[in-house]
């Protein structure tokens, strides 16, 4: 069963998004999911020139910014005007576990793809069990030991 969760001051958002005719965007859209051994973030970024992008990672707090750019000449009519174009900015707590000083970053298809290694410590790791007979029992004779090693509890005898 999936839950959803009540967040009324997204739902008011929304309503003055209709009424006043604006479509909001909220930050860049993003996946994220770890495969194998690496974290991986995806973000849309259509249309976005490669020089615009800056990517920073400050005590884990990476920030994503880009610029999309109109890319009409001076001077033409907009009629309809829907695709969000400026400087747009995402900050994201990265968790201790992830090796920052190893991220990988590529951009094909307007897709900005970061890799992060998870870290060497922090990496699930499988423990063996031993199986097979059990072990024999051994004696330990109580006599032979040496020392000063108490006798059974309630033993009451003096030397």
Do not use: K
Request: net charge negative; glycine share 8%; aromatic share 6%.
């Amino acid at each position: 069963m999936t839950r959803m969760r009540f967040d009324p001051f997204r739902d008011v958002e929304r309503l003055g998004d209709v009424a006043w005719g604006r479509n909001r965007l909220t930050g860049l859209a993003m996946d994220a999911y770890r495969r194998n051994d690496e974290l991986v973030l995806e973000f849309d970024l259509p249309g976005v020139d490669p020089a615009t992008i800056d990517l920073t990672v400050e005590r884990n707090v990476l920030t994503v910014t880009a610029e999309r750019n109109p890319g009409r000449p001076p001077g033409d009519e907009v009629i309809v005007s829907e695709r969000q174009s400026g400087r747009f900015t995402r900050r994201l707590v990265l968790g201790d576990g992830l090796d920052t000083d190893r991220v990988h970053a590529a951009y094909v298809a307007g897709v900005l793809t970061l890799t992060f290694p998870v870290a060497a410590q922090v990496r699930a790791r499988r423990i063996e069990v031993a199986t097979g007979p059990a072990p024999e029992p051994t004696a330990i004779d109580a006599e032979s030991t040496e020392g000063d090693t108490p006798g059974p509890v309630g033993d009451a005898t003096a030397a």
